[in-house]
Every structure is written in structure tokens, then in C-alpha cells.
């Protein structure tokens, strides 16, 4: 016995030094044991659904884990990759973690999504089957994890408020617009998955009966739950877009969710047809017709669906949810039955009170009661270890229903300082009725001038007796229209702003209410949820301190402070009673006051709105009387003013198509007579510039402005005639600028016309164009008037040997810059682009010889032409006696001066990579044209049989060649240097593609007409241009 009483009294401090350790390892292990048998049970190769409890503990077990380690340790050992059914399953109880497990299942999760995405191809090679349905279900379980991941603020579940809802778009209208189309291709995967569940079942049976269809169609309760949340949330995103964005831009969007609305509703639709969703789920019907987005009063229709899950809905194997926080008291348990049982078996339940009354047993050797008592100290430390954290949690608990007590108590609060901004709110609209009751006095007042305004109304009848009668059914009309336009301007502001107010009183306070009861609803839900777990805790504690009643008088205390703790809390609970009643009552208050306020608003609102309409329309319609008789007056006025200026703006258009009128050639006239009609324009525009300050300062008197317009426009037309006149015998380029000028005469006055007769520009019109355009004119005919005829004779000889020798400079500088530019290319260009430059500089360098060879001949052929022609006459006598044909020589000497100088300047800009390759191409087209006009004006007077002649000839065949060379080399270089943009059309969909094919047929046509125009425009330019050379220079008479 004496060794018997030493080995218990050693048993306890060795159980002490060591049970810390063990403990949480033997309660990790149990852990995982206890989650690996749940998950292979739950993921097994059976074609049935997956049991609800086992489903269940594996999600306790994330919350338990704070994660998914075990989760994934365990799947990683099951052959996915080898069976359909098994694969399925997974996916199955991975949907339910991703929904309602632990948050940080997601970031565990995602280290395994390339994993997933192999095991989805490989599935996707079959083609029916769970193989098929699994590549699916993976597809959207990735386009699930990839969502949450860019989207954290979504939780698993997708359940948010519509203010957590606001916060994700951040208020940027682009993150609002991205967030829609994720949501689309997430709800696209759901629908994918719907279909091809309902399309591998035999729909003609009842396969939502049997085991193997209900293990296919058990996933799409949790696929129901996110389509639902989904269509919400975005057709509140598309409601959001639609105010901040055009419609145009949201077509695609529209398009898109209508399809998915489609298939949604029909799936739903069938789903709910179904006897197996029937029992474990309640599914909502979508609305007959899909949101109409242009008419924003729509989302006040739309009704958010709600899916609903009854208790007493789960499968019939399911068993009583278990939380997460009690999984040690439950094993707590299980050992403290253990410990009966095993006491009962080894020393009978009817012995003696005293369990370590060893004495009464019979056939016990000493050992076995000593390896029992070691037993017994090794339960016990167990159990003090255990009360101690149940110690630790009931301490947790209480500090967290104290924290629940001073939010409640915060909320209370907060509803008062609600309520305090409500009472603010009814005084502010009391003081604006008061407001509008001074209003009302005011309009009173105004009333009483209406006397007034009417004798001055009748003076003004009587003064406009005589317009009246001319216009009486124009100022019907107007009146009309503008009496209905002011009333309801009138009308629609006042009711805007009365609607607006109480529309706002009337939804903050809804709000405030509906805030209200959805906080007491929630707080007594939390206080029921929170009495019915400490109810359950105290039934099991009660328990636990009976059996340890016997064996442990410390556990008597521990239970007697539990019972403490328990009253106290149960009191807690009366107080937060106490606290909800008084919120209702105080709700019921408000509500009181609220209808009041909207009764006494409402009948406020109706009479003021009467009153003032009332008397704003007599007001209203006494000064659209006066207003229509002044503005009466008024376009009149403007209405004469308006008349002569269109018949001014015809006469001036008259005066500029003569100058393009092939008739009007052989109208000549003198400088000195332009200089007198310019001068005398001047003159009259002054005196209109006089008559328009008038008018501007009295409007009712237009009769200045109307003598100075008339008298302008006859002036002005005589002088723009005049000009063109005059044109007729002067040389080719001042007859240019004569011409050029008497056109920008005449569009200055137009559009000088134009503001005069529109009253937005009428008092800005300026007449400064036309007054400088009037003066070039004066100065371009001081220039042409004759200076003598010997000086014209000796100017004209020697300026053909001028423009000659000129042009000849021209081409050799030319060839100098095109030399320097290929060096410089040679120097800094390489590969394709030195290629190129090299080609396009070597033909306009060929260009430029064949060019000056041309120059050179024809100025031995005209040597030739003068030597031959002249007699006893000198050089500079034959080229006056011949001017037109001399002339003609000059304007084509100039013409390929010019043109080579263009050409050398558009091959530097190819070159440096900033100019065109047509302006290049052009430049030589031109070269060419003025190079044959250069041959036909030197040959017009030579000898057929002159070798000259025969020269010229063959340098024209040469100057053609090397035009060709240009534009050939032009035309292979642009093909080499251009890059050709490849057409990717893989990532457009079918929406984006028709609208791209139609945006180009489009460009297409405005192309073709653009190019159709500028063909035309081209036409008439060359066909004036040859009409004037030809008057110019004398073709006709020399032909003749």
C-alpha cells in the first residue's frame, strides 16, 4: 500500500511536465485525421451527390485551420487526373469552400491554379461524360478564384450591399465599365456550365430521382446562388453606366446581357421544374421582359432575386451544424464519456461511492490498479486543462458581448443624432414654406404694377396699328408659342424643385427607417443566435461540472463562477431587450411625425403651386404682349435690312462669276479707271460703316444702313467687273493677282453681308477685310499703269535671256543639292532606306541633265529662231515685236525653274523620311508639262527641217524617260519602305467585328465621293489654267 500511495503521489508532476505537448500535437493529428476521412468521403469515386455533413466539416475545417493546407494535402493524394466522377466531386466541394470557407482559402488556392487549368485541357479531350463536364466546371471554378483575386472586396459568397457595391467602381466610371465585363464572363462560365448539365441528362425521365442525376445536378445549387447575385449586381452596374456614359458606347453590353438574360430565365425556368431542386431549394423567377437601361425610372422596377435555402431543405443524410469553435469541447466530451466507460467496465457501475475505494474489488492485482490510478491522474490533468481554457473561452465570450453592448449602444446613439438631423430637416422646410409665402406677397405686388404695364401696352397697340394688321396671324403664332414655352418653363421649374425637395425629405427619411429596422432585425437575430449558443454551452458545462462533481472540488467553483457569468449575461440580455424596445418605440414615433410632415407638405405644396401659377401667367402673358409688339417692330426692321443685303450678296456673286465667264475675255479696261471705282468703293464703305453704328444705337431705324448698302453693292461690283477688265491686258502673273485679289474682294464683302444678316454676329461685323482688300486692289493697279513703250520693248528682250539664263541656274542648283543630299543619305542611312534613297536621288539627278540638256537646246533653237526671223531688226526689237510668243517663253522658262526647285525640295523631305513619295511623283509629273510647254514655245516659230529643232525633240524623248525613271523608282521604293499593318482579328467578337466592317464601308464611300470630287476639282482647274495660258500668251493667234 505504502508503494502504492508513492506511485500515485509521483504520477501526477510526471502527467504535468508532459501532457502541454502532446495535447496539441494528439489534437492536431485528430484534426487531420478526422478532415482527411470527411474529404475522402465526401471525394470518392460513387456516382452520388455529395453528402451535405461531409461538406460541411470540410468547411469547418478551414475556418478551424484559418485555411486550406489540409485540404489541398489531402486532394493532392487523389488520382483527379485518372477519374471523371472523382474529378467531379472535387469541383463540387471546392465550389462550396471557394463560397462559404475560410477567406484565406482563395490565396491557398491559388498556388494550385496552373494545376487545375492542366487538369481542364486534359479533360476537355472527351467529348461527353463527366470528363466533359469537369474541363467545364474547372473552367469556372479558375474564372472564380481569378475574379475574387482582381476583385477582393467580393467575398466568396458574392453577398454585398449596394453601398459595398458602389465602393468597388472607386467612382470611376472606367473601373465600373471593366468591373461589367469580368462579371459577364464569370455569369458567361456559370450559364456554360448550366447548359451542359442539363444537355447530358436524359430530360425525358426523371433523372432528378435517381442517384447518378442527382450527383450531376447537386453542383448547380451553388451555381444558382452565384447566377442570382450576379444578374443583380450587374444590372445595377449597367443602370450606373448608362447615366454616365452615351448609349452608343453600351450597345455591345446590351447585347450581351440580353443573351444571358435569355438563357438565365429559361434555366431557371427548368431548374425550378425539377422535383430534386424543389426540396433543397427555392429557385426565383426573372421578370418577363429584360431592364430597359435608356429609361433610368427603370431600376426603380427592377426587383433583386432571392434565392432562399429552408432549414429543413438539406439532403436527408445531413446532420446538425456543428460550430467551429466548439470542435474541443466535442472532443472534450468524447474523452470525458471515454473515462466513464471505461471506469464503469473495469469497476461496475453499482460499487461505492468513492471511485478510489479500491478495497471492495476482487481479483485486482496491485499493478493493475497502479497502472490504473495513473490512468485516472492522467484524465484529471486533462480535465483541468480542459476547464481552464473553457475558463479562457467564457472570459472571451463575455469580453465580446460586452463589445456588442457598447456598439449597440453606439448605434442607439447614432439613431438619435438621425432622428436630431430629421427634426433639423422639418425646420428647414418649414422656413422655405415661409420662404415661399414671401414670394407669394411679392407677386402680389407685382399685380398691382400690371396697371401700369397695361396703359403702356395699349400706347403701344395704338402706335402699331398698322404692323398689326400686316402681321397679325405671325404674331398670333409667335405669341403662342412663346406664352406655352414660358408657362411651362415656369411650371415644370417650381414643380422640379417642390418634387426635388420632398422627394429628397421623403427618401433620406425612408432610408433612415429602412436602416433602422434592418439594424434591430439583425441585433435581435445576433442576440437570439447568441442566447441559443451559450444556452447549448450551459447545458453542456452543467454536464461536465455533475460528472466532475465527485472527483474535483476546484470544478464546483469553476461551475458556480460559469453560473455567475451566465446570470450576468442573461441580464445583459434583458438590458439589450429593453434597449430594442425602445428603438421601436422611437421608430414608431418617427414614423408618426414623418407621415405628418409629408400631409403638411403636401397640401402646402398644392396651394402655393396654385397661387403662383395663377398670377405668374397673367404676369406672364401681359409682358408677352408688349414683348411681341417691340420684337414686332424689330423684325420688321431687320426683315427690310435682311432683304437688301441678300439682293447686295447677288450682285456680288453676279460681279465674281464674271470673272470666271469665258464671254467676259474680251471686256478690257484701264488701270487708271480701276483706281477711280476702287477709290469711290472706299468712299461708300465708310458711309456704311456710318449707317451700321446707327442702326446698332437705334434699332427701329434702318433707313441709313439701307441707302449705304445699296449704293456699297453697285460700287463694289463695278469694281470687282473693272478688275477682271483690266486683267484682260496686263501680263499673265499681275493678271493673277489682280484676279486673285478682286476674288478676295468680293468673299470679303459676302462674308462682311453674311454677319450683317445674322443677329448673333450683327453688332461684331467688321469691315476691315474689305477695306484692305479694296486697297490691294488700288495698289495692284498703281502698279499697272503704263510706264512708256521703249522701256516695256528693252525690259522684254532682256528679260527672256534672264529667265533663260535663270532657269539654267535653277537646274544646276538643283543638281548640286541632289548630289549633297546622297552623300548625306550615304553617310547616315543603311540597309532598305539608303537602297531607296540612292534609286529615287540617282533618277531625279538623271531628271535634272535630261532637263538642262532641254534648256540648252531650246536656247540654240530660239538663237536660231531670232537670227532667222529678225531682218534688219535687232534681238531685243524681235522679241517685242513677237511679245505674246516671248511671253510665252518667260512663263515656261519659269515654269521649269520653279518646277525643279519644287522636285529638289520634296526628294529631300523623302529623304529625311517627313514628306511623301506622290508630292515626289507629282513634282516630276510637273517638271515634264513644263518641259513640253518650254518645247512647244520654242518650236511654235522654228523651221521644220532646223537640226536644233530635231535636238529639242530628242531632249523632250529624254526628259519623258526620266520622269518615268522617278516616278518607277518612287513608286518600288514607297512599296519597300511601307510597312503593311497586319490585319489580327482573333480577339474581336462578333458584335465589334460588324461594327468595324461597317465603320469601313463607311470610310470606303466617303473615300470614293471625296475622290470623285477632287477628280472633278482638277478637271476644272486644269481646264481654266489652259484657258488662260492660251489667252495669255497667244496660242490662238499663233495657231491662226
Not at 486673285?740 to 445674322?758: I, M, N, P, R, T
Request: net charge negative; with cysteine; proline share 2%.
Amino acid at each position: 500500500m505504502e508503494k502504492m500511495a508513492s506511485s500515485v503521489k509521483q504520477v501526477p508532476t510526471q502527467l504535468l511536465r508532459g501532457r502541454p505537448g502532446n495535447s496539441l500535437e494528439a489534437e492536431r493529428e485528430s484534426f487531420e485525421r478526422g478532415q482527411s476521412v470527411s474529404i475522402n468521403k465526401a471525394i470518392n469515386a460513387q456516382e452520388v451527390a455529395v453528402k451535405e455533413k461531409h461538406a460541411r466539416t470540410c468547411i469547418l475545417g478551414t475556418h478551424h485551420e484559418k485555411g486550406a493546407h489540409t485540404f489541398w494535402s489531402v486532394v493532392n493524394r487523389l488520382p483527379l487526373s485518372s477519374n471523371a466522377v472523382l474529378c467531379w466531386k472535387f469541383c463540387h466541394v471546392f465550389h462550396k469552400l471557394l463560397r462559404d470557407g475560410h477567406p484565406t482559402v482563395l490565396q491557398d488556392s491559388m498556388r494550385y491554379k496552373n494545376e487545375l487549368s492542366d487538369m481542364s485541357r486534359m479533360w476537355g479531350h472527351l467529348s461527353e461524360g463527366y470528363g466533359k463536364l469537369s474541363c467545364i466546371y474547372l473552367k469556372l471554378l479558375i474564372t472564380k478564384m481569378e475574379f475574387h483575386s482582381k476583385n477582393p472586396r467580393f467575398p466568396g459568397n458574392l453577398q454585398m450591399t449596394d453601398r459595398q457595391l458602389e465602393e468597388t467602381g472607386e467612382n470611376d466610371v472606367n473601373n465600373f465599365f471593366q468591373l461589367t465585363v469580368e462579371m459577364f464572363d464569370y455569369l458567361e462560365c456559370e450559364l456554360n456550365l448550366f447548359q451542359a448539365v442539363f444537355s447530358s441528362l436524359d430530360m425525358s425521365r426523371s433523372v432528378s430521382v435517381t442517384v447518378a442525376g442527382q450527383c450531376r445536378l447537386a453542383p448547380l445549387i451553388q451555381v444558382i446562388l452565384d447566377c442570382s447575385h450576379l444578374y443583380d449586381y450587374t444590372v445595377k452596374l449597367l443602370f450606373k453606366l448608362h447615366s454616365c456614359l452615351p448609349a452608343d458606347t453600351l450597345q455591345g453590353h446590351r447585347d450581351r446581357f440580353h443573351e444571358q438574360f435569355r438563357k438565365l430565365k429559361e434555366l431557371f425556368y427548368r431548374s425550378s421544374n425539377l422535383q430534386y431542386f424543389k426540396r433543397l431549394i427555392q429557385i426565383p423567377q426573372l421578370p418577363e421582359n429584360a431592364p430597359n437601361f435608356l429609361r433610368a425610372s427603370a431600376l426603380s422596377e427592377h426587383v433583386s432575386p432571392v434565392v432562399v435555402i429552408p432549414v429543413e431543405s438539406t439532403s436527408p443524410d445531413s446532420e446538425p451544424v456543428v460550430e467551429t469553435d466548439d470542435l474541443v469541447e466535442m472532443d472534450s466530451s468524447s474523452h470525458q464519456s471515454l473515462f466513464d466507460n471505461k471506469f464503469d467496465d473495469l469497476f461496475g457501475s453499482t460499487g461505492p461511492t468513492d471511485p478510489f475505494n479500491f478495497n471492495s474489488q476482487n481479483g485486482m492485482s496491485k499493478d493493475e490498479r497502479d497502472k490504473l490510478i495513473e490512468q485516472l491522474y492522467r484524465e484529471i490533468a486533462a480535465l483541468k486543462d480542459e476547464m481552464a481554457s473553457f475558463k479562457v473561452e467564457s472570459k472571451r465570450l463575455i469580453s465580446q458581448l460586452r463589445g456588442r453592448i457598447s456598439e449597440l449602444e453606439a448605434e442607439l446613439a447614432e439613431q438619435q443624432h438621425l432622428k436630431q438631423q430629421a427634426l433639423d430637416e422639418n425646420e428647414f422646410v418649414k422656413a422655405e414654406l415661409e420662404e415661399v409665402k414671401k414670394k407669394r406677397d411679392d407677386t402680389e405686388k407685382a399685380q398691382r404694377s400690371l396697371t401700369e404695364i397695361e396703359r403702356k401696352a395699349q400706347a403701344n397697340e395704338q402706335r402699331y396699328t398698322k404692323l398689326k394688321e400686316k402681321y397679325t396671324e405671325l404674331v398670333q403664332n409667335h405669341a403662342d408659342l412663346l406664352r406655352k414655352n414660358a408657362e411651362v418653363t415656369k411650371q415644370m421649374t417650381l414643380i422640379r424643385q417642390t418634387q426635388e425637395d420632398m422627394e429628397q425629405v421623403k427618401k433620406e427619411l425612408e432610408e433612415s427607417v429602412h436602416r433602422l429596422k434592418e439594424d434591430i432585425q439583425q441585433k435581435a437575430q445576433e442576440q437570439t443566435r447568441v442566447l441559443v449558443s451559450l444556452q447549448q454551452e450551459l447545458k453542456s458545462r452543467n454536464e461536465e461540472v455533475v460528472s466532475l462533481k465527485h472527483s474535483q472540488e476546484d470544478s464546483q467553483q469553476t461551475s458556480t463562477v460559469m453560473v455567475s457569468t451566465i446570470e450576468s449575461l442573461m441580464s445583459e440580455k434583458t438590458a439589450l431587450s429593453e434597449a430594442v424596445n425602445q428603438k421601436e418605440s422611437t421608430l414608431i414615433v418617427l414614423q408618426d411625425e414623418l407621415e405628418q410632415l409629408k400631409e403638411a407638405l403636401t397640401a402646402e405644396r398644392d396651394n402655393t403651386s396654385r397661387t403662383v401659377e395663377g398670377l405668374q401667367n397673367q404676369l406672364n402673358e401681359k409682358e408677352n404682349h408688349e414683348q411681341a409688339l417691340e420684337k414686332q417692330l424689330l423684325d420688321e426692321q431687320f426683315a427690310l435690312l435682311r432683304c437688301a443685303l441678300e439682293e447686295a450678296e447677288g450682285i456680288v456673286q453676279d460681279a465674281l462669276s464674271r470673272l470666271d465667264d469665258p464671254l467676259h475675255v474680251g471686256c478690257t479696261s484701264s488701270a487708271d479707271y480701276l483706281i477711280t471705282r476702287g477709290q469711290a468703293s472706299l468712299d461708300s464703305l465708310n458711309r456704311l460703316q456710318d449707317g451700321h453704328m446707327k442702326y446698332l444705337s437705334d434699332r427701329s431705324d434702318a433707313s441709313n444702313l439701307l441707302q449705304s448698302v445699296t449704293l456699297f453693292t453697285h460700287l463694289i461690283g463695278d469694281t470687282i467687273v473693272q478688275g477682271s477688265a483690266t486683267s484682260h491686258m496686263v501680263p499673265m502673273e499681275q493678271a493673277d493677282c489682280l484676279l486673285e485679289a478682286c476674288k478676295q474682294c468680293g468673299s470679303d464683302v459676302l462674308s462682311y453681308f453674311s454677319s450683317l444678316k445674322d443677329t448673333t454676329t450683327l453688332s461684331s461685323a467688321d469691315s476691315t477685310k474689305v477695306k484692305e482688300s479694296l486697297n490691294q486692289i488700288n495698289t495692284i493697279a498703281e502698279e499697272l499703269r503704263p510706264k512708256g513703250r521703249d522701256i516695256k520693248q528693252k525690259e522684254l528682250g532682256d528679260l527672256v535671256e534672264q529667265e533663260m539664263s535663270a532657269t539654267s541656274a535653277a537646274v544646276e542648283a538643283a543638281t548640286t543639292r541632289i548630289e549633297e543630299m546622297l552623300s548625306k543619305s550615304r553617310a547616315g542611312d543603311t540597309g532598305v532606306n539608303l537602297e531607296v534613297n540612292e534609286r529615287i536621288l540617282a533618277s531625279c539627278t538623271d531628271l535634272m541633265h535630261a532637263v538642262k540638256m532641254l534648256v540648252l537646246t531650246s536656247k540654240d533653237l530660239q538663237r536660231d529662231i531670232v537670227e532667222s526671223g529678225r531682218g534688219a531688226a535687232s534681238q531685243k526689237e524681235f522679241y517685242a515685236k513677237n511679245s505674246r510668243w516671248t511671253e510665252g517663253l518667260i512663263s515656261a522658262s519659269k515654269a521649269v525653274g520653279w518646277g525643279a526647285t519644287v522636285l529638289v525640295d520634296a526628294a529631300d523631305m523623302v529623304v529625311q523620311g517627313k514628306g511623301k513619295f506622290e508630292e515626289l511623283m507629282v513634282c516630276s509629273h510637273e517638271i515634264a508639262a513644263s518641259t513640253a510647254q518650254l518645247v512647244a514655245a520654242s518650236k511654235v516659230k522654228a523651221d521644220k527641217d532646223n537640226a536644233n529643232l530635231g535636238r529639242l525633240r530628242q531632249a523632250s524623248k529624254g526628259v519623258n524617260e526620266a520622269t518615268a525613271n522617278v516616278v518607277a523608282s518612287t513608286k518600288s521604293g514607297k512599296s519597300q519602305i511601307e510597312e503593311k499593318d497586319t490585319m489580327d482579328f482573333s480577339s474581336m467578337t462578333l458584335t465589334q467585328i460588324k461594327r468595324q466592317e461597317m465603320d469601313s464601308q463607311v470610310r470606303v464611300l466617303e473615300l470614293e465621293s471625296k475622290l470623285q470630287k477632287e477628280r472633278e476639282r482638277l478637271g476644272g482647274l486644269r481646264k481654266k489654267h489652259y484657258e488662260l495660258a492660251g489667252v495669255s500668251e497667244g496660242w490662238d493667234e499663233d495657231t491662226k
